[in-house]
């Protein structure tokens, strides 16, 4: 039985399948790595282990891949681990695929019903003293921070979830430390049921609630205020008949409107109101806040399908319309008569993966960085080879200036998700480190660029060379030391 991928742009150069884990002491590096930086950060790729059984699979779909960067007094251990899944312990020991395409468990092998379809392959967040892996279509998988073993790969909160999913963007409150959670298609496949959850700072459910979305659709992030939920529906629907038919879970349906939901972090859920809005896709969240009676949420926003891979129903996939850019979206609850949401464009890069300084979820902020595309960049010729969109900026605004400063890394780097790691508990806000990961088309292996959150433009301060190349991530989370100690 041959074990070989298809020989596809998805699965070449820096897409070419991963499927170590590995475990490197004392990585190469360039610079001084800051020794404020005591913790550990990690980051996922999805990472297909057996060739996917349908051609056309999406990379969504691929099984997490954990890159695990651990800091300790200038030095930087790499550790990297698949999540081992109900789904990636299945295949594993089948030694092929036996899951479908994505999300459609009509596609499925028979012998694989029943267990759960998750690849935690999207997101990590340290909550209580766990580290969990997490995929919006399923529980949390809860992973150990040292070895990445898995510990439980179906994390229910001691059952106190009766959802059937769960978020991969959790938000943690920086004044309360509870964990805000939402799930869609809580119910099952097609769902409108979206529950809301309350994790106290000790792990315990303090509160599941109901609501009801005006469609089934993706909801991939949300916001939450000191006082609020916000959720976005978006027309990246969920598809049953192209399920029917074998395929992806979701298709981009323009025929429908788009809503921003706003409801209470207390009380039943009875209290949602919904607003129709002018603009069509929007997917991750930088930050949200109250002001008055105001609620606000900064998103990246484009008017039409940022997915190639999910069909589009109406209309051509069209680059222009998938670009997003930084937009603010407010709604006034004192106004209640107001039924639509008003949207702002904030800057003009055009961008995804927003993030801020976390310490100020929730609250009125000023900084966040987004890794950007600038087509006025050069371009090595070495990254020719590259496929889709080409993110090679990293941008922090500074909201309050209106001010827009960006990281270059070099004409042959492509950049993925960044992340803030503050100096020091109290130091200001923004002020601290920017890392993330940089694929260099030259070397053809990954480096970690860790900058000056302050001062981006100067360059790096430091880089981690890796002897491999890492796969297009998702997201990561930075986890200090400090809190991995206190969780003993
Ligand atoms: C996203 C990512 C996913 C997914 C659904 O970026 C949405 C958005 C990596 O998997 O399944
Ligand atoms: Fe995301």
Not at 115 to 138: M, R
Not at 289 to 307: C, E, L, P, R
């Amino acid at each position: 039985m041959s074990l070989e991928f298809p020989k596809n742009p998805g699965f070449m150069g820096f897409n070419a399948p991963f499927r170590m884990n590995i475990d490197l002491h004392d990585a190469e590096h360039e610079g001084d790595i800051p020794t404020e930086l005591n913790g550990h950060f990690y980051r996922i790729q999805p990472d297909f282990i057996y060739p996917p059984r349908f051609a056309n699979d999406v990379p969504f779909n691929g099984d997490g891949n954990v890159t695990l960067f651990s800091f300790n007094n200038g030095h930087v251990d790499v550790k990297t681990h698949h999540v081992e899944t109900q789904r990636y312990k299945a295949q594993a020991s089948a030694r092929k695929a036996l899951f479908g395409t994505y999300r459609n468990p009509r596609t499925d092998m028979d012998e694989v019903k029943g267990l759960s379809g998750g690849t935690a392959n999207t997101n990590l967040v340290f909550h209580a003293g766990k580290l969990f892996a997490l995929k919006e279509d399923s529980p949390p998988v809860q992973i150990d921070p040292y070895t990445l073993k898995s510990i439980d790969d179906y994390y229910t909160f001691g059952g106190k979830m009766t959802a059937k999913t769960f978020t991969a963007h959790p938000k943690i409150d920086p004044q309360t430390g509870e964990m805000i959670g939402i799930a869609y298609e809580a119910k099952g496949e097609a769902s409108k049921d979206v529950a809301l959850y309350t994790i106290d700072k000790n792990g315990e459910v303090i509160r599941e609630a109901w609501i009801e979305v005006p469609y089934a659709g993706m909801i991939h992030d949300f916001a939450i205020t000191e006082t609020h939920i916000a959720i976005l529906c978006v027309p990246m629907a969920v598809n049953v008949e192209q399920m029917e038919q074998g395929g992806v879970h979701f298709a981009w349906d323009s025929s429908l409107p788009s809503y921003f939901g706003v409801v209470s972090r207390h009380g039943d859920g009875s209290d949602i109101r919904w607003y129709e809005g002018p603009e069509k896709c929007a997917t991750h969240v930088m930050n949200g806040f109250n002001d008055g009676s105001k609620i606000i949420v900064d998103m990246d926003m484009a008017t039409g399908n940022q997915f190639p891979f999910f069909p589009s129903l109406h209309e051509q996939f069209d680059l222009e319309r998938a670009s997003g850019r930084l937009t603010r979206i407010t709604i006034d609850l004192a106004d209640k008569d107001a039924t639509t949401y008003q949207t702002e464009v904030m800057y003009p890069q055009i961008g995804v993966l927003p993030r801020t300084d976390e310490r100020y979820w929730s609250r009125p902020y000023n900084v966040g960085f987004m890794p950007c595309m600038d087509p006025t960049k050069p371009r090595s010729a070495s990254m020719a080879g590259n496929v889709g969109m080409t993110i090679n900026t990293w941008v922090r605004f500074d909201h309050d200036k209106g001010s827009a400063q960006t990281y270059f890394p070099g004409e042959n780097y492509t950049l993925q998700e960044c992340q803030f790691v503050p100096k020091s508990a109290d130091a200001p806000e923004g002020c601290g480190f920017l890392m993330g990961v940089a694929n260099n088309f030259d070397t053809m292996l990954s480096e970690l660029h860790i900058l000056d959150a302050e001062n981006i433009a100067a360059g790096p301060v430091a880089k981690v060379k890796l002897p491999v190349r890492l796969r297009q991530g998702v997201h990561g989370h930075w986890v200090d030391q400090q809190q991995l100690d206190s969780a003993k």
